[in-house]
């Protein structure tokens, strides 16, 4: 297979030192945490307090690569991968929904991430209500707050 290589646009600081400490998904905590732009990527952060929420692409470093099956919470018997959000994936890319708080020159404040921290951040996109909410939308299992 092709190799592709991705370069961090910044890291993620966060309270989360080990997997255990973070949520199963960000948007059930209301954790604050901050996502530091390196200096050579900050002017694309021009405009960004636009959006009210961002969808933040990020490497699991930590989380076990080449995995093809997982076991979802909850659940008593294993899944393909890509039937699930689990973090143990060929290609451990995270992706989250947060709440922009606020943005200090290159450190952005945000609510609802993950992450682990150190992580490193691959892109950063708006989050758009007309494109990326998909209100019939089905999913393999349910999330209870």
Same mark, same amino acid.
């Given at each position: 297979? *092709?190799? %592709?290589?991705?370069?961090? %646009? @910044?890291?993620?600081?966060?309270?989360?030192?080990?997997?255990?400490? $973070?949520?199963?998904?960000?948007?059930?905590?209301? #954790? +604050? $945490?901050?996502?530091?732009?390196?200096?050579?990527? $900050?002017?694309?952060?021009? &405009?960004?307090?636009?959006?009210?929420?961002?969808?933040?692409?990020?490497?699991?470093?930590?989380?076990?690569? &080449?995995?093809?099956?997982?076991?979802?919470? &909850? *659940?008593?018997?294993?899944?393909? +991968?890509?039937? #699930?959000?689990?973090?143990?994936?060929?290609?451990?890319? &995270?992706?989250?929904? +947060?709440?922009? %708080? @606020?943005?200090?020159g290159n450190v952005l404040r945000v609510r609802g991430l993950d992450a682990l921290d150190g #992580?490193?951040?691959?892109? !950063?996109?708006?989050?758009?209500? *007309? %494109?990326?909410? +998909?209100? *019939?939308? #089905? @999913?393999?299992?349910? !999330?209870?707050?």
């Amino acid at each position: 297979m *092709e190799r %592709i290589e991705c370069i961090p %646009i @910044g890291i993620v600081r966060s309270p989360y030192r080990n997997s255990g400490d $973070a949520p199963r998904q960000g948007r059930l905590a209301d #954790t +604050v $945490a901050e996502i530091h732009i390196h200096d050579a990527c $900050a002017p694309g952060l021009e &405009g960004i307090e636009r959006s009210s929420h961002l969808i933040i692409l990020y490497w699991l470093d930590r989380a076990e690569r &080449g995995q093809l099956y997982a076991k979802p919470p &909850g *659940e008593s018997r294993e899944r393909g +991968v890509f039937s #699930t959000r689990s973090p143990a994936r060929p290609n451990p890319i &995270g992706f989250g929904v +947060v709440d922009l %708080i @606020g943005r200090e020159g290159n450190v952005l404040r945000v609510r609802g991430l993950d992450a682990l921290d150190g #992580t490193p951040v691959l892109d !950063i996109k708006p989050y758009s209500p *007309e %494109i990326d909410c +998909v209100p *019939e939308a #089905t @999913g393999g299992w349910r !999330i209870k707050k």
